[in-house]
């Protein structure tokens, strides 16, 4: 009944092994790959032709966790996998973007590919078991991919590299100072087609290493998925690509001199105008036949690519007039809004960033539920890019995928500084509106997020900027490496090449490239410019802020304590009735870890210093010869109960309350007196006793001498 294939390989410290024939047989393509425990099953399907006027390249990924995968169910009140989690879009994007440029040019096809997480053992992270399996199903479907690719992960630790490290050892690096890397990396048997990492200041050699390991590492994958192809892929799917050279001539004959004209304009919307008028213009020149050739965008795109292309490989300037190296004008402005607890607005060229941070507590923290289990975090960064910021009317709503991930890829350069949770007990979100964007704009939103927290306070460890490049690369191997890349020569270039770090080092890398990979000596250069346009990026913000600014009023106040664990359960006390106490008595928000860590939280200070006293004297142990301001609670016949530690009680004898003979403690005190009380020790039984002879009732000073007799 089946027709099984099944191919293992050793890979590092587990066993990989892919495996088709058994389930799902009516997709194009079907691998359940395995790490260890770890199980996903990716299916593909393609449609088997092309829907009329299609002038893109309709690949959809998805990426799926099932909950029972780890032996969860889903929180919620549905109790079922609902919208994709962030997670979620970020592995479908990590795995498109590798495999996206190994299609055959010219196929238009729908390609659906899912990724569905089956088995997680909790060690090793099922996002690169999905693109080894995403990888070995494309390559077994018979559709026109010229993979297959590889990918793994690489940590460094101690001056090594580390494969595929455990996902234990991935968790809050920010709090794991030996693990400085996370890095993922996917490519073909000859190149690297993506990158993307979460580091701590690591030097361009070291993670250029980094990358190498990878690639050299993902080898016997490659191989594995060959194997397996051998025994089980079935025919290739019978597509030619489309030949327009002769669309492809005329297009060019009747508008290249108009196409160059509008190139040459500087300011972006005049030349997306011209652009548009010169496009209108050739179709005018077109025949009937040829303005119905299905060919016809990506004659026109090729036009516009050639031009582009053409004269910067020829040394000629850039579309805006810089060389290859130039970073554009820079301006970079901090405190702008009056409420809120700090922002900035950092403008490059024609990319603008609005960085606005807000200051939270506790209870503000992201609670993120994932396979792993249920954690929180106390750094947001949200991306926000609306229609406006490139002058057109479009969708607006939720963030979408491409929102998620700039978002994302802002937050590991930036993360990678953060002062300790238990040096700024703060939740920190900062939310980047992007304004304007012709280039990077999860770069600006890096260099305005890192000056936009310095205003609120945050003391960052150092600024943190980012940059990036592109990559002009012809068939005769000539190539061009740009540094602050405009919106065309991203998307007409052959690689996004973003590098965000501090004078120290690099925070985050990403790459992706529209060729069938580069190699070392590209990304080699393309590092080596982005630091030169890093560190000139960090002096214009300098002149915006040098050094981290005071408190907003409007921030509130945190301050943090430690309690023994074992006294966690007094602070909170029965039903949570000594916790609300001191909340509503103090009027500050009260936060208590497991740990045993406190944090106040208030825009008053003295409510502060309130709630911390409260919650002092239930964990602390009085001392004994300190003086203590009590209240009389009860009188007796032999002495005073005194309340003067917290909830503490003691009694002060008849004989210690003054020196003289008493008849009876009603003599000279009443309940509800407020008195000052020394501790003199406690007796056999665990009693505490005190006095009040040798202490100045006025001054609360102690008597010493002969003044105590």
Known sequence: MFNITKKSIQWGEETLTLETGKVARQADGSVIATLGETSVMANVTFAKQAKPGQDFFPLTVHY??????????????LKREARPSDKEVLTSRLIDRPIRPLFVEGFKNEVLVICTVLSHDLVNEPDMVAMIAASAALTISGVPFMGPIGACRVGYANGEYILNPECQDMEKLRENPEQRLDLVVAGTKDAVMMVESEAYELTEAEMLGAVKFAHDSIQPVIDLIVDLA?????????????????????????GEAQMRAAFALRDKQERVAAIGEARDAIKASLSEEQLANENLGSAL??????????????????????????????????????????????????????????????????????????????FLLHYNFPPYSVGEVGRFGPPGRREVGHGKLAWRALQAVLPAATDFPYTIRMVSEITESNGSSSMASVCGGSLSMMDAGVPLKAPVAGVAMGLILEEDGKFAVLTDILGDEDHLGDMDFKVAGTAEGITSLQMDIKVAGITFEIMEQALAQAKDARMHIMGEMAQALTAPAGFSQYAPKIETMQVPTDKIREVIGTGGKVIREIVEVSGAKVDINDDGTIKIASNDQDAIRKAYDMIYSIVAEPEVGKVYTGKVVKLVDFGAFVNFFGKRDGLVHVSQIENRRLNHPSDVLKEGQDVKVKLLGFDDRGKVRL???????????????????
Not at 64 to 77: H, L, Q, T
Not at 326 to 342: K, N, W
């Open 64 to 77: 799926i966790e099932k909950y029972y995968a780890a032996g969860k169910v889903p929180g919620g009140f």
């Open 691 to 709: 006095t009040m002879k040798v202490v100045n009732q006025e001054t609360g000073e102690e008597i010493v001498g002969e003044q105590a007799e």
């Open 301 to 378: 795109k090729k036009l516009e690519s050639s031009i582009l292309r053409g004269a910067i490989i020829a040394g000629e300037p850039r579309v805006d007039g810089r060389d290859t190296k130039t970073v554009r004008q820079i301006v970079a402005e901090t405190g702008l809004l009056p409420r809120t607890h700090g922002s900035a607005l950092f403008t490059r060229g024609e990319t603008q960033a609005l960085c606005v941070t807000t200051l939270g507590t506790g209870d503000d923290e992201q609670f993120i539920d994932a396979l792993t289990g249920t954690s929180k975090s106390n």
């Open 230 to 254: 051998e025994d089980a892929a079935k025919e290739p799917f019978d597509f030619q690509p489309p030949n327009y050279a002769d669309l492809y001539a005329a297009v060019k004959a009747a």
